[in-house]
């Protein structure tokens, strides 16, 4: 059974045109480039995807709402589909997005859009992450800790002079600066930057036509539409006094939180070596199933996402001419191209598992263990003699 969409772009359009207007602040933050393919994540009625169009080589426009999807498509929207955030990972493996626009997104970028997905966050940031190229960015305006606080709360507040639970009808997630910068890193992302910016809004019309074009959900909690005028009517009363300027002009206290996230070119790495065998993890530590299903994942993601992939150590106790080796393939490949992605085994917790899976898929064990445009090249030895033959120069071009 198909979810009921409560958004009506007649009323956005009425009511809340000031959304992509005061976009402009974090489009700049996210400074595409006419070479770049963007996702627009919760595009809405699409104004800001139209002013990206008009920049970028391809944009994709996302929205979980089918009636503001087909607003997007009769402004003009090139490409606008109806995906809901939570299932963005799917969508794009399902839908073969990648071979659709020839790759991962450069940048997604999202405006008002980030605190309606409020089933889980956490998959919303990892569907981000997993459509993005390697160093790609996410960029992105939302309502943070205190965005709309007073209506926001007079909503739940005249729910519960109704007798219902008024905090369980919020549609939205309005997280701290600190607590989504958490989330971020939590999936990988590195933050540059994340803050929380106070902004008094003006409203094209007043309150009540607020509360009609986002506060639907508290609104269908109630039975009849004579109950939902008085609500609304009692709200506005209330708040009057507070948020309606002497010319008569209404106001809310809008937060947003605004930042910029890189989905990491490489794993980090720590600034002292982590040996894996003072930490139990050893190649000789049996693994379980789950473990190496992950570094299974993880294996074959990095494989995927580079062009070049160097498994390597930066210190080996009992081998050290493995990290010798490992020295010498990089600064082989280096001598080339800068665009190549290392993992240290020797920095990483499961590096112990990594290797052991990189042994059952190509038979060495040993490192560095080197892959090129997806394909397994072999050790320190195998990449010279590419590169003594010319063909290593060939297969970086």
């Known amino acids: 059974m198909a979810t009921k969409d409560n958004w009506s772009a007649t009323k956005y359009d009425t009511n809340a045109n000031f959304v992509p207007i005061l976009g402009a602040t974090i489009l700049g933050m996210l400074d595409p480039k006419p070479n770049e393919t963007i996702l627009d994540l919760g595009c809405g009625d699409g104004v800001l995807t139209k002013d ?19 607003k997007s498509k009769d402004l003009g929207c090139k490409d606008a589909r109806v995906v809901d955030g939570h299932d963005l990972a799917a969508w794009f493996d399902n839908e073969n997005i990648e071979q659709h626009i020839g790759g991962k997104f450069d940048a997604v970028f999202s405006n008002a859009a980030l605190h309606w997905m409020k089933k889980n966050p956490k998959d919303v940031i990892a569907g981000v992450k997993h459509v993005l190229k390697p160093g790609g960015r996410f960029v992105a305006e939302f309502g943070g800790y205190l965005n709309c606080a007073d209506v926001h709360g007079a909503l739940i507040a005249a729910l519960n002079r109704r007798g219902k639970d008024g905090k369980a009808y919020s549609p939205w997630f309005f997280p701290s600066d600190i607590h989504y910068k958490a989330l971020l890193e939590e999936q990988g992302f590195e933050v540059q930057t994340i803050s929380l910016n106070p902004r ?4 094209p019309t007043n309150v009540a036509g607020w509360i009609e074009t986002f506060g639907f959900t508290f609104l269908a909690a109630l039975d009849t539409d004579e109950e939902r005028r008085a609500m609304v009517e009692e709200i506005a009363e209330h708040m009057k006094i507070t948020h309606q300027r002497e010319d008569g002009k209404w106001f809310i206290m809008y937060n947003r939180c605004r930042f910029i996230a890189y989905k990491p070119k490489a794993y980090r790495r720590y600034k002292e070596p982590v040996i894996l065998k003072l930490m139990g993890l050893s190649a ?13 994942s993880k294996v074959e993601e990095i494989i995927a996402n580079n062009k070049v992939a160097v498994f390597s150590k930066s210190y080996c106790p009992d081998q050290s001419h493995y990290a010798a080796y490992c020295r010498r393939a990089k600064e082989a490949i280096k001598a080339i191209t800068s665009e190549f992605f290392v993992i240290e085994l ?5 590096g112990a598992a990594i290797q052991d899976y990189l042994q059952q898929k190509t038979g ?18 195998d990449l ?6 010319g063909e290593l120069q060939k297969l970086l071009a």
């Open 200 to 203: 008094p809004t003006e409203l």
């Open 384 to 389: 010279l003699s590419l590169k003594s033959s």
């Open 52 to 70: 990206l169009e008009k920049i970028c080589e391809r944009v994709v426009g996302v929205d979980a709402s089918p009636n503001m999807i087909e």
């Open 364 to 381: 060495q064990r040993t490192v560095p263990n080197i892959f090129i445009n997806q394909k397994h090249v072999g050790g320190c030895d």
């Open 346 to 350: 020797d920095q990483v917790d499961d």
């Open 284 to 296: 000789s530590t049996p693994l379980t199933p789950e473990q190496m299903s992950a570094a299974k």
